[in-house]
Every structure is written in structure tokens, then in C-alpha cells.
């Protein structure tokens, strides 16, 4: 594909480091775009999918890289909607009573939202454990949920308005009046391909039954078909169609919240139980009662925690043969709220088989010790996987009844075929389950068993009526598996439905939608051993809010990844991007890191890039040191040429820069002065 360059719209960049720099996400699948696109306003991205769609040249749409299912990755265009668009606007808020509401444009972060939420005493519905990394773009795309939210705050039912940008280019704000009557003029077969749809679906009761058994779960296979039946007018259908669409229909410049209330009392406790079986026969009470959280750990995540420092002796007390435990949460308001919920519990509980003594805290140090044994499995397990493999952390749902026979039988499974560190946990309280394995893809043999246990998973999900994809999406790990949840019915309607908003089929092509039965073996990342640090990396993306130089160059992820990709080319024989990554990593990686560990603070893992950066330093000042004592010796003289120099690189790092930006090949894109709008586009918002 050829690309012409016009400098009316976003930077662009084809530099190797940069390419694979981005190419890195946390899911388990790795391509490398051919070019990275950053635009700074809502108008370029309009021109780029345009054009996009006019020459039929693929692109995907990259956020935070928190993707755990390969939504995020390309080897086609791959547009950056992170750096420029992080505004944020509190709307209402005034009054006890006043419903709040926030303006957020996609490369805000979930927790940098709710800090801007706090003074109101409120939050976002959707609370993802990525929270510090994921931003709003991935939330939306994914249609994410998280512990507490189950299907009632998720991002479906808490998102009022968005601006969304179609593949023609075409951008409506469905906040306006006259929303629906906009998307009819400048989009008819659109607007009359979503009525005719809705109708085809309503008509059809298996149809219609389909859609509500499966969506009464948290389930983020496919599209949304559910707004078919909660919705009319095409244009509440394309919104809501919009999320949990992955990037593939179209996308979402900024978009209104309702939020939820932040509840000010809270209590928390684990349940200890003999066996799973116990504590799944005990959920539909503890559901039943209003628990805000209950979160399920089988016996392997048990044995995980006992080794993690700071565990609560209700743990580290155990002898660990079959138990499992639920971390139960109490929400309240008032403190009378917060007596009668707990009075509620412990009726319960005295009816329970327990296997350790129960009872619930207020007290900070006590509920974090218990949230740092929930949350702290899947660094323990992922940091402690072998050299060269990769983690994968998946997510399934099923009915609550059916939550007991489908984590024995994965239990089973992962025994079987030497999973010996799998751990399952998860949203007990919504039947969703995660579970955490570790694998190598650098051999046949890796490859051969997951997907023989991908096979495994899919039809055992299926034949406890659960859904494939409960939070993380569909991406291409499940999207040959679409039809299977579905039914060839309810596929042909998503595939018409992705005709009908991108008829060039240029965005995120193999993503949810994929002729390929083996898609999800294709683009399976390979982990190289190249140092402690970087070996342990699972390339979350936690660490790069924290970074002072992240919009400089590099991320703390960034420069462990380039760190890999110089590892892999050296292994192949590629030594032209050996000699490339090198050159740049110097200043782009070692000479920028501010080496403060504010990365290791965030990481799942407590990498301290920092202290890697500081080592790599030592190591390539070595050579050089005669260089500058020497200089030392005559620094008057080398004063005056460094000034000369300096002077020359000015100008030098002025025209050829801008030379460079606006001959490179990629996107039809590249404008100069969007560097300098990203810097004020957060305040965008102000003139609204």
C-alpha cells in the first residue's frame, strides 16, 4: 500500500523503535504496524478514516494497551487516540442531590477520571482492575464492567452521549437534538440498514431469546445485540451497538457518563471454605443478600497467596488441601446501612461451613491486606513464570448455579494438560471467572496444547450456557468462536451489521469478526530471555501513567519491549534492526528515563525499570569514560565547539524534522503543528 502524505492532518512515524514500541499490548498476540498515526483532534481521525475507507487501507485504533485479547494490535496503520485526547469535564455536581455526569474524551484513564470525581463524592459505573492503565477509549470499545458493577453500572447502561466518527468520516454527536435526523441525512443506508436489522431480530423469538439469556450475564462476545431489544431509533442503536464494538464499527472522541455514588462506609471479610463446592452452594444467599463484591479464589489461588508477604493470617494459618474463599464487601452509606448489612451477613454465616473463623473489617490496613492477597495473584503467578513464557489471563462466564461444575472441570482440564500453576478467581457474584495460565509459544508443542484447551474451553463454556468473553472482548482469540456462542442466525445479523457501518472492512479487520477458524493461533507473541527485569514483564501497561517521560519518549513498557524486540532480531539474523533499535534506544530509552521506580510502584510485578535503565547506563558509560576525561582536561576548548555545535543542531533538529515528518510513507497524515495541539487539547472541553 502506498500512502501520500498530507500535512493537514496527524503525525506520523515509521521509525523501527516507535513501530515496535507500539506493537506491544497485554494480550498474548503480537503484530507490528507499518505505521503509527497520532492525531490531535477529532477532525483528523474523521480524515483518517476516511481516506482510509476511500483507498481501503486497514487501521486499528489503540488506546491505553491493556487489551488482553489482541483487539489491539496490527501490522496495517495503528492510530495512537491516547496521546491527544485526555479531556476531562465534571458536568452538574452542584447540590446534594444533583445527578453527576462527566465529558471524557478516550485517552483519559479510568482512575484519572475518577480522582477529577472524587470531590463530588462519586465515580465511573465501570471499575476495571486495569483501572490505573485502561482508559476510556479501551472502556468503551470493550464495553468493560469490573468487580462491583456487575451488568447494571457497566459501561452499557451508564453511558448517555457520545461523539462517534464512522468509517466514511462522518461525525455526530448523539447528544444533539437532531442526532437521528443527522445520521438519516448523511448516512441513509446506514440509518435504514440498523431499522431493518432491529426488525429481522425482534421477528425472530429464537432470536430474541438468544439474546436474552446470554446478555442476563456479563458478555462481551460479538457485538451488543442486546440493543436491538432495548432500543429504536437507529441512532440509540448505533450508540449502543458502538460499545463493546472494539474499534471494528467505528470510533468514540469523547462520550458522557452518568456516574455512580462512591459509597463512604465499607467493610470487607473472606470466607474460608472446605471446598469449592461449599462456597458456590453458599453464593445465592450471599448474592441474594446485596454484597457489593464477592470474589471467588480456588485452592491454587489460596496457596499463591499464602506467599505473598503481608497475607492475613486467616490465610497464611491454613493447611491447604480443597478450600476456596469468597472476599465479601459491604457497601453502605450510613452507619446504621452498614450495621443492618452486616447484621444480614452474619445471619448468613452462621449457617455456613466454614473452615476458618469470618468477620469483617473497616479498618484500612486489615481490608488492603485482604484486597493484596485478591489482587495479587495474578502477579504472583505471572511473576514467576518460567523464562520465555507468556501469561495469558482469560475470562469466561456461566450461570451462577453452573459456577461449581465449570471450575472443577477447568481444574481438571489445566491438570491434564500441565497448567500446574493455573489459578481461577473471579466475579463470583456474576458467574465470571478468570483464570490465569502461563505458555510457551515458541515451540510446536506450546501452540498445539492451547489450542487443543482453547477447544476444550469453548465447548465446555457453552455446555453450561455461560459466554465466552465476559469482560476482556472478543479480539481475535475468540473470534472464530463467535458462531458457536451465537448461532448462524444472530451471525449473519453482525455481519451484516459491520457491512452496514464500514463497507470498506477497514476497521480492525479480523477482529470479532474473522473468516479464519485459526485466527487465534496466528500472531501468537513469543517472549525471548534477555534480563531478569524484562523477562518478568507481562507488558500491562500499569507502569506507563507514572512515567515522567512517557509523552517525551519511551514508557517503562516501551523500552522493556524494544529491549525484547533487539533479543528476537539478534536471534534471527536481522542485524540492520539490530543497528536501528540501538542507535535509538540510547536516547530514546536509557538517556531519558528519570530512574525514579515510580514504574515499579504501579507494575503487577514490581519491575523498577529504573534500576535496569541505571545498570544498561553503567554498562555503555564504560567505553566513553577516557572520552570525557579528556574533555575534561581542555574544557575551554570543548566548550567553544559544543556551543558551535549546539547552534547547528538547532536548526538541524528544526528543517530536517519537519522534512522527515512530512515525506515519511504511512498515512495521508502528517501535520506539523498537531504536535503542538496535543499539548492543548485536554482543554478543549473549556470552550464547549
Known amino acids: 500500500m502506498i500512502y501520500v502524505v498530507d500535512v493537514a492532518l496527524a503525525v506520523t512515524t515509521q521509525r523501527a523503535i516507535d513501530l515496535v514500541a507500539m506493537a506491544h499490548d497485554a494480550s498474548h498476540y503480537l503484530l507490528r504496524p507499518h505505521t503509527v498515526a497520532t492525531p490531535a483532534a477529532i477532525e483528523q481521525v474523521a480524515a483518517l478514516l476516511a481516506t482510509a475507507s476511500r483507498d481501503r487501507a486497514p487501521l486499528t485504533f489503540?488506546?491505553?494497551?491493556?487489551?488482553?485479547?489482541?483487539?489491539?494490535?496490527?501490522?496495517?496503520?495503528?492510530?495512537?487516540?491516547?496521546?491527544?485526547?485526555?479531556?476531562?469535564?465534571?458536568?452538574?455536581?452542584?447540590?446534594?442531590?444533583?445527578?453527576?455526569?462527566?465529558?471524557?474524551?478516550?485517552?483519559?484513564?479510568?482512575?484519572?477520571?475518577?480522582?477529577?470525581?472524587?470531590?463530588?463524592?462519586?465515580?465511573?459505573?465501570p471499575d476495571p482492575a486495569s483501572e490505573i492503565a485502561a482508559t476510556i477509549g479501551g472502556v468503551i470499545a470493550n464495553n468493560s464492567s469490573g468487580m462491583a458493577c456487575g451488568t447494571e453500572q457497566n459501561t452499557y447502561r451508564t453511558l448517555e452521549s457520545m461523539v462517534l466518527v464512522l468509517a466514511s468520516g462522518t461525525t455526530i454527536d448523539s447528544a444533539s437534538a437532531d442526532a437521528d435526523e443527522q445520521l438519516r441525512v448523511l448516512e441513509p443506508e446506514l440509518w435504514a440498514g440498523l431499522s431493518a436489522l432491529r426488525a429481522r431480530v425482534v421477528a425472530n423469538a429464537d432470536s430474541v431469546a438468544s439474546?436474552?439469556?446470554?446478555?442476563?450475564?456479563?458478555?462481551?462476545?460479538?457485538?451488543?445485540?442486546?440493543?436491538?431489544?432495548?432500543?429504536?431509533?437507529?441512532?440509540?442503536?448505533?450508540?449502543?451497538l458502538m460499545i463493546g464494538s472494539e474499534g471494528t464499527l467505528g470510533w468514540v472522541g469523547e462520550a458522557v457518563f452518568r456516574t455512580v455514588p462512591v459509597a463512604p462506609i465499607v467493610a470487607t471479610g473472606l470466607l474460608v471454605f472446605p471446598t469449592l463446592a461449599h462456597a458456590t452452594a453458599a453464593l445465592p444467599a450471599l448474592v441474594a443478600s446485596g454484597l457489593a463484591t464477592i470474589e471467588l479464589m480456588d485452592a491454587t489461588s489460596l496457596r499463591v497467596a499464602q506467599t505473598l508477604s503481608g497475607a492475613p493470617a486467616v490465610i497464611t494459618e491454613l493447611t491447604i488441601d480443597r478450600q476456596a474463599a469468597l472476599l465479601v464487601e459491604v457497601h453502605a452509606s450510613t452507619e446504621d446501612e452498614l450495621v443492618a448489612g452486616a447484621a444480614a451477613l452474619d445471619s448468613l454465616v452462621v449457617g455456613l461451613a466454614l473452615a476458618a473463623p469470618f468477620s469483617l473489617s473497616r479498618e484500612a490496613a486489615e481490608r488492603a491486606s485482604l484486597w493484596k492477597v485478591r489482587k495479587g495473584l495474578y502477579p504472583a503467578v505471572a511473576g514467576a513464570r518460567p523464562s520465555g513464557t507468556t501469561a495469558l489471563l482469560e475470562d469466561v462466564a456461566v450461570p451462577v448455579a453452573n459456577l461449581l461444575p465449570t471450575c472443577l472441570a477447568l481444574e481438571e482440564m489445566f491438570s491434564r494438560h500441565g497448567y500446574e500453576s493455573a489459578v481461577i478467581f473471579g466475579h463470583a457474584k456474576d458467574g465470571n471467572i478468570h483464570f490465569l495460565l502461563t505458555e510457551r509459544f515458541d515451540t510446536a508443542e506450546g501452540i498445539s496444547r492451547y489450542a487443543t484447551v482453547t477447544n476444550e474451553i469453548v465447548e465446555l463454556v457453552l455446555a453450561q450456557g455461560g459466554t465466552l468473553k465476559a469482560e476482556h472482548g472478543t479480539g481475535r482469540m475468540m473470534?472464530?468462536?463467535?458462531?458457536?456462542?451465537?448461532?448462524?442466525?444472530?451471525?449473519?445479523?453482525?455481519?451484516?451489521?459491520?457491512?452496514?457501518?464500514?463497507p470498506a472492512g477497514v476497521l480492525n479487520p479480523g477482529v470479532i469478526i474473522s473468516d479464519d477458524p485459526q485466527a487465534h493461533l496466528r500472531h501468537l507473541k513469543k517472549t525471548p530471555t534477555v534480563e531478569a527485569e524484562v523477562d518478568r514483564c507481562v507488558e500491562c501497561g500499569y507502569c506507563e501513567p507514572t512515567c515522567p517521560s512517557r509523552t517525551l519518549t519511551l514508557t517503562p513498557r516501551q523500552r522493556i519491549v524494544v529491549r525484547r524486540e533487539i533479543a528476537d532480531a539478534e536471534a534471527?539474523?536481522?542485524?540492520?534492526?539490530?543497528?536501528?533499535?540501538?542507535?535509538?534506544?540510547?536516547?530514546?530509552?536509557?538517556?531519558?528515563c528519570a530512574v525514579d521506580g515510580m514504574c515499579g510502584s504501579a507494575c503487577p510485578v514490581s519491575i523498577n525499570t529504573g534500576d535496569l535503565v541505571r545498570r544498561l547506563r553503567a554498562e555503555s558509560a564504560a567505553p566513553g569514560r577516557k572520552?570525557?576525561?579528556?574533555?575534561?582536561?581542555?574544557?575551554?576548548?570543548?566548550?567553544?565547539?559544543?556551543?558551535?555545535?549546539?547552534?547547528?543542531?538547532?536548526?538541524?533538529?528544526?528543517?530536517?524534522?519537519?522534512?522527515?515528518?512530512?515525506?515519511?510513507?504511512?498515512?495521508?497524515?502528517?501535520?506539523?503543528?498537531?504536535?503542538?495541539?496535543?499539548?492543548?487539547?485536554?482543554?478543549?472541553?473549556?470552550?464547549?
Open 62 to 125: 489503540r488506546s491505553g494497551g491493556t487489551s488482553l485479547s489482541g483487539q489491539g494490535v496490527t501490522d496495517q496503520l495503528l492510530v495512537d487516540t491516547r496521546a491527544g485526547f485526555r479531556g476531562i469535564e465534571v458536568l452538574n455536581g452542584i447540590g446534594d442531590d444533583a445527578e453527576v455526569e462527566v465529558r471524557v474524551q478516550p485517552g483519559a484513564t479510568v482512575r484519572q477520571v475518577n480522582a477529577r470525581l472524587a470531590r463530588f463524592g462519586r465515580r465511573l459505573g
Open 211 to 240: 439474546i436474552r439469556r446470554l446478555f442476563a450475564m456479563k458478555n462481551t462476545m460479538g457485538y451488543g445485540l442486546n440493543a436491538f431489544l432495548d432500543f429504536e431509533r437507529p441512532i440509540d442503536l448505533l450508540v449502543r
Open 479 to 502: 473470534a472464530p468462536f463467535v458462531e458457536r456462542q451465537y448461532g448462524a442466525e444472530l451471525m449473519a445479523v453482525m455481519r451484516e451489521l459491520k457491512v452496514l457501518c464500514d
Open 572 to 592: 534471527r539474523g536481522d542485524a540492520a534492526l539490530v543497528r536501528e533499535l540501538r542507535r535509538d534506544e540510547s536516547y530514546e530509552s536509557l538517556q531519558t
Open 627 to 688: 572520552g570525557w576525561n579528556a574533555a575534561a582536561d581542555h574544557w575551554d576548548a570543548t566548550t567553544r565547539i559544543a556551543s558551535v555545535a549546539l547552534t547547528v543542531a538547532l536548526v538541524r533538529v528544526r528543517l530536517p524534522w519537519l522534512e522527515v515528518i512530512s515525506t515519511r510513507s504511512p498515512v495521508k497524515a502528517v501535520s506539523v503543528t498537531s504536535t503542538f495541539k496535543s499539548a492543548s487539547s485536554s482543554m478543549f472541553f473549556a470552550s464547549r
